[in-house]
Each structure stands twice: as C-alpha cells, then as structure tokens.
C-alpha cells in the first residue's frame, strides 16, 4: 500500500455532479466508478449496484458513495435499499456506505481517516486499482496522458504534503512546480499533484470546451456555470469543469 495515495483501496461512486474532481481522487489512488450512466429502472439498477458490490469484493476495495450537490434517483434508489437491507443482513456487504467531498478532501489532503455520514469509520481494502474509470458498463479506461490542467502557470497541490505550488517549467508529464512561500523548486509528474480547485475572484485558465487557452478572473459560480472577466473586459461563461486556478 503506498502511503502517498490516501485514497487507495476504495472504489469511489461517483454520480452526476461530482466529476470535476475526479482527477484528484485518481490522482490519490481511488479508482472510480462511473453511476451516471447506471441503469434508470429501478430493478435494472438495484442488480447493476449487486454486480458492482461482489466487483469491488473480488477487486479488494471497498465502494463509497459521494453525495453528489443535488438530489438524484440513483441517490434515492440506494437510500431505499439501504433502508430496506435489500442487498442481506450482512454488516459488510449490505450497507452503503456514503461520505462527503468535505470529508474526502480531510483525507485526501490531511490523511484524516475516512468517515462516513454517521462518522464511522470506512476501512480501505487491500487492492490498489488506482489508474482507471470503470464505467457503468463494466468496461475500465486507463490514459498514459497528462491532464488538461497540466500546464505552465496552474496551482497545484503536492499529494505528498499538501504543499501548494505553481507548475513553471511542464514536459508532457512531468513538470518543475515552485513552492509557494518560499520559491524552491521540485520535480513531478502529474500523478504526484492534484490541481487546486478554482473559487470566486481567482485568476484562472480555460483548459477544455470552446473557450480553451482563455484566460480571465472568475467572477461567478452558480452550480457549474463559471463566468469569467476577460481582459478585454468581455464576460463568458464556461462550464466549471474545464477551470484551472493560475498564479496572478
């Protein structure tokens, strides 16, 4: 088990309005699961998330649910299950277990142990599926290439530590970062940092979609629409995922 990846030995559930920041827990060693494209019968679904469980099982991980921002039925479908005890009476195996980002993030930045939204604690398994997406299918993905993020200019975050820096000198997927504070310099690949997540008033770079190589001043945030202060004083507006924070 590597101890840098604080996220490795779960397989992460991830449904709609959680995939921005899915290169972060990959990046921390979580492998992901792809629900939003999981099947919209009810019956359909409740034997795709059994296939899944007895999956995770025989991969050695343990599966967590992340609440995603808003509502959904695949949300709602595995509350009822969980209610019901519909998968068995089993301790392990039947119950759901579902956290928060916040709760994430503590562990995936602060090593915190993972809890869930009772605050037990979620033991991590023993498998170390950490560089694919499985999709809904079954199927797995894997990218030898760097993310879209991965470019001169962005803010980053050193999974090792926690530690922020800037990526000043990028070569396909490895890269010179610079320290924030004190201006030393450290060699990484892209596996080794996670991006630091954009907020209101943040300077920051378009890396998909469109407007990609657009830069401005993220001006707005309302769910994931982004609206952006360009310097020839134009306002945009881009989806949330594609946002990259830069150095000012």
Not at 117 to 128: L, V
Not at 179 to 190: E, N, P, Q
Request: glycine share 10%; proline share 3%; hydrophobic share 35%.
């Amino acid at each position: 088990m590597d101890p840098t990846k604080t996220l490795q030995g779960y397989r992460l559930v991830l449904r709609e309005g959680n995939g921005y920041y899915e290169h972060f827990y990959r990046g921390a060693g979580a492998s992901i699961l792809d629900a939003s494209r999981a099947p919209k019968l009810e019956t359909e679904f409740k034997d795709w998330w059994r296939r899944e469980v007895d999956k995770a099982d025989r991969d050695r991980v343990v599966l967590v649910v992340l609440k995603p921002q808003w509502e959904t039925i695949h949300g709602r479908w595995l509350r009822k299950m969980e209610e019901e005890e519909w998968y068995n009476s089993d301790e392990v195996h039947g119950r759901i277990r579902t956290t928060t980002a916040q709760n994430l993030s503590k562990t995936l930045y602060k090593r915190e142990i993972l809890t869930d939204d009772w605050g037990d604690t979620i033991e991590r398994g023993a498998g170390s599926i950490g560089s694919g997406v499985i999709n809904a299918d079954g199927g797995t993905s894997t990218s030898e290439e760097p993310p879209s993020w991965f470019v001169n200019g962005v803010c980053v975050r050193l999974m090792k530590n926690g530690a922020e820096a800037v990526i000043r000198e990028c070569s396909g997927s490895t890269a010179i970062v610079e320290i924030a504070g004190d201006t030393s310099t450290l060699g990484v690949t892209y596996m080794e940092v996670a991006m630091v997540p954009p907020v209101e008033y943040d300077m920051v770079l378009v890396t998909g979609g469109t407007n990609v190589g657009l830069e401005g001043e993220l001006v707005y945030v309302g769910g994931m629409d982004a609206i952006l202060w360009e310097p020839n004083m134009n306002f945009t507006i881009v989806n949330l995922v594609y946002l990259a924070k830069i150095a000012g």
